[in-house]
């Protein structure tokens, strides 16, 4: 996480100056005939925006769904972001008189929505925008609200239920552009966003930032593919209390940094709501060296005093050390159970850098960072009721040596794996939850459900 992107603030929303137009709104009550080819899109949406599927949408710039309004974009939709204008869409949050901006995307399983940059070929990380989402729901910030850097627009308040829409089968790709140095646009962020948002299956591949970061908020989210990124596979802070049910995580050996990293705030501070958020059957798969970006690659990175819940996971395949936990307030959570990591499944995690090599055991897998140090110290007794298993998962088909590859991985345990036996498992419940029986490891049992709509492309 790039800390550049936020600054904080009380401030009200700041107008982006910088649009230069106005897109077309049909809130008139006219319908517009049915169009096929290229259009493009930019500038403000008011009223209701609905896209057709049989047309390619160039996004130019900062395309910003405003309060009370809300962009439909059907199945089978290519979006198309200028990256010379950091084509992006993003959502206002709400006003004292109008609801937060809602983006609904339609997309299902054989035809998602594509949001990539222009080009056809040679795709790199960073060759478009991303997707921002801004609501109402609370931050840990002093006044209630922030002001997200780049995008300028207004985030947090004090509804817990705030809605920015309904997002489902998404692709996005290529993205993360950057706005200055240490400053670049995440695949999907997610910044005060609300519980009345749905998020599902959706993923963020080849993003020259996070793939998936919230800023606060109370959103649940599952079924999210987080492939390929540059720099964390998923990040958290600001106070974020929501679920992930389902996950992959899976990084590319030459760009990456952790499959997790969440933070209360930049400070460590001891401000409410604390980052408490619960992912319930992820599969984190790493790099498998030591460093492949500017950080040592660390599978899970829990710091500065954020609290939370990682059970029925599988982290596998990290250049260093499975789980990390930074800092002495965060193991102060630790110690009061207020972080909880249980079920959790560990494989081939190499602890290059912790110096914790050849043990397959919890020294390995699990650590603190002290003084600029990883050491074990008081680990073994804080989880000494924890449920961990040491084991191969038998992944179906997974290059563990180069797993991004351009080949889609099937990362299904075979028949067998310690992952789907239940006693090593517990039954998901909470807020968010989506499927109150998966008893198992990791984010798959026996349905591919990153079959058919995702995309394994490397350029």
């Known amino acids: 996480m790039r800390k550049t992107w936020l600054r904080r603030t009380a401030a009200t929303l700041v107008a982006c100056a910088t649009l230069a137009l106005a897109a077309c709104s049909d809130d008139d009550g006219i319908t517009p005939p049915p169009q096929t080819g290229e259009a493009v899109l930019q500038g403000e949406i008011t009223g209701t925006r609905t896209l057709s599927a049989d047309t390619t949408y160039t996004i130019e710039g900062f395309v910003i769904v405003q309060p009370g309004a809300e962009l439909v974009i059907p199945a089978g ?24 901006g809602q983006l609904i995307v339609q997309g299902t399983e054989t035809d998602p929505v594509v949001f990539r940059p222009l080009n056809e070929t040679g795709r790199e990380r960073g060759q478009a925008g991303g997707i921002v989402l801004h609501g109402c729901a609370p931050i840990n910030v002093t006044g209630g609200t922030a002001i997200s850097e ?26 993360g552009i950057a706005i200055a140095t240490d400053n670049e646009i995440n695949g999907l962020t997610l910044a005060g966003v609300g519980t009345g948002t749905n998020v599902e299956f959706v993923q963020a591949h080849f993003i020259a930032d996070d793939g998936f970061e919230w800023f606060g908020g109370t959103v649940h989210a599952d079924h999210l593919v987080s492939s390929g990124n540059d720099d964390d596979g ?5 106070g974020w209390n929501g679920t992930v049910q389902f996950a992959l995580v899976i990084q590319d050996p030459e760009r990456a940094n952790r499959g997790l990293e969440c933070d209360n705030d930049g400070d460590g501070s001891a401000n409410q709501p604390i980052t408490d958020p619960a992912f319930w059957n992820v599969t984190w798969i790493g790099t498998g060296v030591r460093q492949a970006n500017s950080d040592i690659n660390d599978g899970l990175y829990i710091r500065r005093n954020a609290a939370g819940a990682v059970r029925n996971a599988i982290v596998s395949n990290f250049g260093n050390v499975g789980i ?30 912790s110096g914790a090599v050849g043990t397959d055991d919890l020294t390995e897998n699990v650590q603190r960072r002290s003084g600029g140090a990883y050491v074990a110290d008081g680990l073994a007794a804080e989880l000494a009721g924890a449920t961990f298993v040491f084991g191969d998962p038998e992944f179906t088909s997974v290059n563990l040596a180069d797993p991004i590859n351009g080949t889609q991985p099937d990362p299904l345990p075979a028949s067998g794996s310690p992952a789907l036996d239940p006693a090593n498992a517990a039954t998901p419940s909470g807020a968010g939850i989506v499927d109150p029986v998966a008893d198992y490891l990791g984010a798959f049992s026996n349905d591919d459900w990153i079959d058919g709509w995702t995309t394994w492309l490397t350029s």
């Open 150 to 175: 780049g995008v300028t627009q207004a985030f947090g308040g004090d509804d817990p239920g705030d809605s920015s829409g309904d997002i489902r089968y998404l692709r996005i790709e290529f993205g």
């Open 77 to 100: 939709t290519v979006l198309l972001s200028n990256g010379n204008t950091r084509g992006s869409l993003v959502t206002a949050r709400c006003t004292e008189t109008q609801p937060s």
């Open 234 to 238: 998923l990040d958290c802070d600001f």
């Open 324 to 353: 990390v936990l930074d800092g002495d307030g965060t193991f102060g959570q630790l110690q009061t159970d207020n972080l909880v990591l249980d079920n959790i499944l560990f494989f081939n995690n190499l602890g290059l850098e």
